[in-house]
């Protein structure tokens, strides 16, 4: 596995591909690029997707070929591919998701064989870091398709249309326009010297700590985030509060915003319905603990993983 803490963006970041927004709407484009036989599928399949084995793990990017007779087993009303961008080289090599849920699993397991379903924060683990980015951007949308079917206006049924990045209603008396939508979370790594504030949730996997987090509300700055996210699940208040960095998050349809934070109390007083509980953890201790049942850090694909490295080695000024 490649070391993802190195890289210079965040994973799942990095898409490698010119979305072309402008081409979205040109309808005999998109139906041109659909049946081009060198343009590519990523099939999601309940927010999984395939991975082709080996020696080197590669997310399936299907050609034309792939699809052949799929598409026709789908029922009617089912999303069509929804456009993802082009190759940003010469050969502009157009990428589409398209949703494959209906069929059976073992449909597709046939078909593409030799791959396996596998949910995203397995796959990144496997594949190269530019095919899980376009991985997680063809499970987010596809997850949008999945969720609003009917407008939230007036709840008649919407369609797909701009090449799947809006949604209409199909009541003309209301007509309604639907984007898809992120949801915007702010995480953030507290520390106070030489020491930082990692929490547990119970539903997290076994052992694992991590950095607290929350969603931003209506009405709120991100930095205002920060300070009453940490101080409800904590009872820390913070100050000096700095941008790190971003990390899209389609789990199912967040972004992660990542901060550190100097805290300016010490007495911990945990959310218990947030967190099991939270404590102060020394540089020292976490660069050499060794994950454990008692301990472990988070996935090495997530920004919190990140932050956490960042603050330990001094990459980042805090
Ligand atoms: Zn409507």
Redesign the pocket.
Known sequence: MQDLSTMAGNVFSGVPLDRVDHRRGDAAWIEARLHDPLSRFVAVWNQQSIVLGGAEPRAALNGRQALDGLLDGLPGGATPPVFLGVTAEESDVAHFAVDLSALPEQTLIERYSGGALMDLRDSVQLVPAHEAAILAYARGLIYWHQKNGF??????E?VARKAGHERA???AA???VHFPRTDSAVIVLVHDGDECLLGRQSRWPTGMHSTLAGFLEPGESLEEAVAREIFEESGIHVADVRYHSSQPWPFPASIMIGFMARATNRDIKVDEKELEYAHWYSRDWLRNVEDSDEFRMPGKYSIARRLIGDWIDGRFQV
Do not use: E, L
């Open positions: 407008c939230a206006t007036c709840g008649h919407s209603c199909t009541n209301c007509g309604a």
